[in-house]
């Protein structure tokens, strides 16, 4: 008998065990409640909020590391969003505001800026920053899971979500968290269009563009980023779209160009054969001409043309289209043989197109599918204003794949919008799954004031999120609860969503926005400085909306046009400020205070000891702020003399011996950090 032979069969055993393991492990089923699907910004933060929630989670990833997209885009490598790391505050939240590419989390520490101090940061950068958010918070993600279906299971009492992967093993859920983000490049159809180079395979190297005329198909960021690039090579750069180029400066829009890359809208106002156009992509013809022909003249043509290249023309000229062979055409096809100065009528030796990215939803079965919204051009799914995917109830859209309920209004799309977003729908989820009411803040009503303004002037979800996330104020007599970025198009579902009820006392909204009206912003009279005519500010600006019932669905549907919310009972702008501090007393502090006491009715002025011992002898009922102060041993005496006579005597508290209740403890630590009684203007202390 063979000596080997024991050894071969022991190794057949060992490989026919080892195979059925690994099928066993590729046919299997996991269950979790939630599901996020994708480990880029939007995953890895719900991943966060999930994490502190002690949650039943896991992240899958295709690939082999967070934050893939960004290994490859943008293509020449230099992100767009500001890395302001020098702002001259200490205050972290402020600071957010200026900090575009960071996550949330409970470390001051786990900033971009630990791998990159440029203000616009390296792509390179932004997976190395994911990397390390994963490790420092411990988060659970699963790479390498790629996958490709994704459907809906119910049962009599539940609905739940299966996703299937490249190996046939099976992912259950209770909830479906997307964050795919937007990766699937955008495309239009038209004759020719098989000529075009994409975004997503062209050469980077500029030198390859040397001499060559270029044609870019459209007008967004990435057309500019490419055509910024090929600048000092390429003799012309033409660039065509729907519609003329939205400036972000303008606009107000992040989306829309940016200034970093428009150096291309010089060098065409300058003549410097460089230019735009505007048509409808897909009446283009994009075609190779025949060698021989004659122009309208009679003349030969193509003396001077190079091989290969590309003419575009308009398909009404186009002859027989049925049976035309796109990279044939005649002279007489061509838009100079009919209009003679045609814009286009030069040939191309490039047409790139760069026209953005559309949500992936070839991945969902038909139950679990979430219908293409109308905005973006059916780009991205369709999602209720609380980011649930519109009759897919359960499976929630996160990050830029759910920018389609603040398309071109706000910063939902971008990194710095959507972190707040993913934080709200924690929330959502924290109220309908565990029963956790909305996270809040307890004051008192004459504490209301100074907290307005400690929100105004550092708060960065409702400073970027725009008009679609706001602060709401319920008031409730002598104290009011705060709650923090509220999706404002769920107003009407407010109850149910976060779990607090809107008493007969009514409700503020504090949101953040822009004027509406449109006006040369870089022209005089631009800035509005005068707080009487606060209503006609143009720039970013606090408005407070004051409602004594919660606003309902058909109110929100038939709000004013451009308004974020319905017509409210009472209105107040703060005048827009150069600095954007707001913290002016008589341009800012005063009007706010008279417009509060208009919806409190009651007097919110602040007094000093003396003037609230006068009243309470005089007077049947002081001040609220004089019953909750200076009745309470909190009052203000005038001078430093009398206060430490006071403290000495012990006729006032000390700070540990302070009587604060019910009011949020945190709100009496920021007084004492900020010192909100002298500097904002107002004779608080507490």
């Given at each position: ?288 001409r025949k060698e021989k022909g004659s122009g309208r003249s009679g003349r030969k043509e193509h003396s001077k043309e190079k091989k290969g290249q590309l003419y575009v023309t308009l ?75 519109h009759n897919t109830p359960g499976l929630f859209v996160l990050g830029t794949a759910a920018h389609s309920r603040d398309y071109r209004l706000s910063a939902g799309g971008f990194i ?271």
């Amino acid at each position: 008998m063979d000596s080997n032979l024991p050894c071969l069969i022991l190794f057949i055993l060992i490989g026919l065990i080892k195979c059925s393991v690994d099928d066993h492990h590729h046919n299997s089923t996991f269950h979790y409640d939630y599901c996020v699907l994708g480990a880029g910004p939007a995953g890895l933060q719900m991943g966060h909020f999930l994490s502190k929630a002690k949650r039943d989670y896991i992240i899958l990833e295709r690939n082999s590391g967070p934050g893939s997209f960004f290994n490859k885009y943008p293509r020449h490598r230099k992100l767009i969003s500001i890395n302001k790391i020098h702002t001259g505050r200490q205050n972290r939240e402020f600071n957010l505001r200026h900090d575009w590419n960071s996550l949330l989390s409970d470390k001051p520490d786990l900033l971009l800026k630990r791998v990159s101090s440029e203000f616009y940061p390296p792509a390179d950068a932004f997976p190395l920053y994911l990397s390390m958010y994963v490790k420092e918070l411990g988060l659970r993600v699963r790479y390498g899971v790629d996958i490709g279906r994704i459907r809906a299971v119910q049962s009599s009492t539940s609905r739940s979500y299966v996703l299937t992967d490249q190996h046939s093993t099976e992912y259950k859920c209770r909830v479906l968290l997307v964050a795919t983000g937007l990766w699937v490049p955008q495309e239009v159809e038209f004759v020719g269009s098989d000529l075009v180079e994409g975004y997503e395979s062209i050469s980077t190297n500029p030198d390859d563009y040397k001499d060559q005329v270029v044609l870019i198909l459209g007008k967004g960021n990435s057309a500019f980023e490419t055509a910024q690039s090929i600048l000092g090579r390429a003799s012309h750069v033409h660039m065509v779209s729907r519609n003329p180029i939205r400036l972000a400066w303008q606009t107000h829009y992040v989306g829309d160009l940016r200034a970093v890359n428009n150096e291309l809208i010089d060098t065409y106002q300058l003549k410097s054969l460089d230019g735009l156009l505007e048509t409808h992509l897909e009446r283009l013809v994009i075609a190779q001409r025949k060698e021989k022909g004659s122009g309208r003249s009679g003349r030969k043509e193509h003396s001077k043309e190079k091989k290969g290249q590309l003419y575009v023309t308009l398909n009404r000229y186009i002859q027989n289209q049925e049976e035309k062979n796109v990279s044939d055409v005649t002279a007489e096809e061509l838009p100079g043989y009919h209009i003679d100065n045609f814009s286009m009528r030069k040939p191309y030796d490039r047409v790139i197109r760069c026209l953005g990215f559309r949500f992936n939803f070839s991945i969902f079965d038909s139950s679990a599918c979430p219908p293409n919204s109308l905005n973006a051009r059916g780009r991205l799914p369709e999602v209720t204003p609380w980011y649930e995917g519109h009759n897919t109830p359960g499976l929630f859209v996160l990050g830029t794949a759910a920018h389609s309920r603040d398309y071109r209004l706000s910063a939902g799309g971008f990194i710095h919008g959507f972190r707040y977003t993913v934080r709200a729908v924690h929330r959502v989820l924290e109220r309908r799954y565990h029963s956790n009411l909305w996270p809040s803040t307890k004051l008192l009503t004459t504490q209301l004031q100074s907290w307005i303004l400690k929100r105004v002037g550092e708060a960065s979800g409702t400073y970027q999120m725009l008009e679609i996330l706001g602060d709401v104020i319920l008031l409730r007599g002598s104290h009011c609860e705060y709650v923090e970025e509220f999706p404002l198009q769920a107003l009407p579902q407010f109850s149910s969503l976060s779990g607090h009820e809107v008493s007969s006392h009514g409700l503020v909204v504090l949101i953040m926005q822009y004027g509406k009206k449109k006006i040369d912003y870089l022209g005089r009279g631009r800035a509005v400085t005068d707080w009487t005519k606060a209503w006609k500010s143009n720039f970013l600006h606090p408005v407070l909306y004051y409602y004594d019932t919660l606003p309902t669905e058909k109110e929100m549907k038939l709000r004013p046009h451009g308004w974020p919310l319905p017509r409210p009972k009472a209105i107040h702008h703060m005048v827009e400020d150069f600095l954007a501090e707001w913290e002016s007393p008589i341009s800012h502090i005063q009007p706010l205070r008279r417009f509060l006491e208009h919806c409190v009715q009651t007097d919110l002025r602040a007094f000093y000891a003396e003037s609230c011992f006068r009243s309470s002898l005089t007077r049947r009922k002081p001040p609220l702020f004089c019953r909750q102060g200076y009745l309470k041993q909190q009052g203000v005496v005038h001078s430093r003399m009398l206060r430490q006579h006071a403290h000495g005597t012990g006729l006032m508290p000390t700070e540990q011996d302070a009587d604060t209740s019910g009011a949020d403890t945190a709100f009496s630590n920021y007084l004492a950090q900020a010192e909100a009684s002298v500097t904002s203007g107002l004779k608080l202390d507490f």
